[in-house]
């Protein structure tokens, strides 16, 4: 009878520690020294409304924005429910078809020289928010097109949005797809407003 009872105590005391305790400790200490991370890295419009989240890309197509990385999740690119990345093996055809259909889509819209891996394949996780410095700026001529900008403000832009590698030597530079559309967007938004205030 004493065993069963301190058996109980136990699993009571573990289970108020483990259930309770911990993750308390750890939402304290994540609010506290990481508030930004830790409610989701939440990128928020001028109406304080939320647009997205730092840490989860987002499936750009209009020529007047900057691309994310392709995106091999389920249903629909960027699918944060089933993040996962293709299943296809280097040799399987429809992969290549696929890449072969990016390759073209880009050299259609007067992508010249070599492409960046990472403007024709799909990542593992399907939702990375970053692209590397060199897809952003291959796509400078396009989107400045697109926005009728100078190709040089708009390379100042994502080089002042260009982040660099973790610790010195993990991934590439990078630049996170949905901040620096934002920026444009509030850039756009700035000038008209300057032109409706008749500056």
């Known amino acids: 009878m004493s065993q069963l009872k301190t058996a ?20 304290v200490v994540g609010q506290v020294l990481f ?15 939320i647009v997205g989240s730092a840490l989860i890309g987002q499936f750009f197509t209009d020529e007047e924005y900057f691309w994310s990385r392709p995106s091999a999740t389920l249903g629909y690119p960027y699918n944060s429910l089933v993040s996962g990345g293709s299943q296809l093996g280097p040799t399987n055809s429809k992969l290549l078809d696929k ?20 403007m024709v394949m799909a990542s593992g996780s399907g939702l990375d928010p970053d692209i590397s410095i060199e897809s952003a700026l291959l796509q400078v001529p ?18 002042n949005h260009a982040e660099r590698r973790q610790l010195s030597f993990l991934g590439v530079n990078r630049v996170n797809v949905l901040k620096l559309n934002r920026a444009l967007d509030q850039m756009r938004t700035s000038e008209e407003k300057g032109v409706s205030d008749g500056r």
């Open 35 to 49: 508030p930004i991370q830790a409610n989701g890295s939440l990128i928020l419009n001028s109406e304080k409304k």
């Open 142 to 159: 396009r989107v400045a097109r697109a926005r009728r900008m100078k190709e040089g403000s708009l390379r100042s832009i994502v080089s």
């Open 8 to 27: 109980i105590i136990l699993f009571f005391a573990f289970f108020m520690l483990l259930s309770v305790g911990y993750p308390l400790v750890i939402t």
């Open 99 to 118: 890449v072969k259909g990016r390759v073209e889509l880009l050299r259609h819209l007067g992508s010249n020289g070599v492409l960046p891996a990472d």
